[in-house]
């Protein structure tokens, strides 16, 4: 059973080629998961910027609402003035106009001060809603480069697929069980090179006889991690 360290290293090559590219094509979805997931968080954040400024306004429309009510009751109260036959009736009702006054005045600072807050809430609505934009256009543009990267990548992966029908071709018959069960289980890493004697697999030195069939390109497994073993290039 002897196979020449070229065929393998070979071998070892689309092995990490093909990984390599299965790995490219895994991230692709990755990376359009990590868009959606960032367009729905800025999405639930104007909704609640948006929902804010709602209850702001409407807050104004409340105040603005209570001080025409209470502009009006003033003015009922000065209406009243003239019909009143009391002095004391009389007193009761500028005491009441002036409690409504005072009471209109905070009423009109805090619609003021409200106007400036549902300025600031609309900045931010705008704010998110440009940062909604742009992520959502982020999102667009991965999906189509994902998209394109993967139909190159999906050719490359069968360009290689035959390449290692190929490569996998010279080895022998019996021996095919063995490296199917080390390929199955360690992917890409199924093959390592020895250098020195030392496994590049594991790092563990093996014996002087298997160096030596190594040299005679047979194939040969490391005792330790499993790996099949061949000789880098000199
Ligand atoms: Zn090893």
Redo the contacts with the bound molecule.
């Keep these: 059973m002897t196979v020449t360290a070229v065929a393998l290293r070979q071998l070892h090559r689309i092995h990490q080629q093909l990984a390599e590219l299965r790995d490219r094509l895994d991230r692709g979805p990755r990376k359009i998961r990590a868009c959606e997931a960032n367009v729905a968080k800025i999405s639930a954040e104007l909704d609640a910027a948006r929902e804010a400024t709602k209850q702001s306004k409407m807050a104004g429309d409340r105040k603005q609402l209570d001080l025409k009510t209470s502009e009006q009751k003033i003015v009922d109260y000065r209406t009243k003035l003239n019909t009143v036959s009391s002095n004391k009736e009389y007193q009761t009702l500028l005491e009441q106009i002036a409690a409504a006054e005072m009471a209109n005045s905070v009423l009109s600072d805090e619609i003021l001060e409200g106007f400036d807050k549902i300025d600031e809430f609309d900045t931010v609505d705008k704010n998110v809603e440009n940062r909604l934009q742009v992520t959502t256009e982020e999102l667009e543009k991965t999906r189509n480069a994902v998209q394109e990267e993967a139909v190159v990548i999906q050719s490359d992966i069968s360009r290689l697929e035959v390449e290692l029908v190929g490569s996998e071709a010279v080895l022998p018959a019996d021996f095919k069980v063995d490296y199917d069960r080390v390929v199955r289980n360690k992917g890409a890493d199924a093959l390592?090179t020895v250098e020195d004697g030392v496994?590049?697999?594991?790092?563990?030195q093996?014996t002087l006889n298997m160096q030596s069939e190594l040299q005679l390109s047979k194939l040969i497994f490391?005792?330790?991690?499993?790996?099949l073993?061949y000789l880098p290039e000199v």
């Design positions: 390592a496994c590049n697999g594991c790092g563990q093996i490391c005792k330790s991690c499993g790996c073993l």
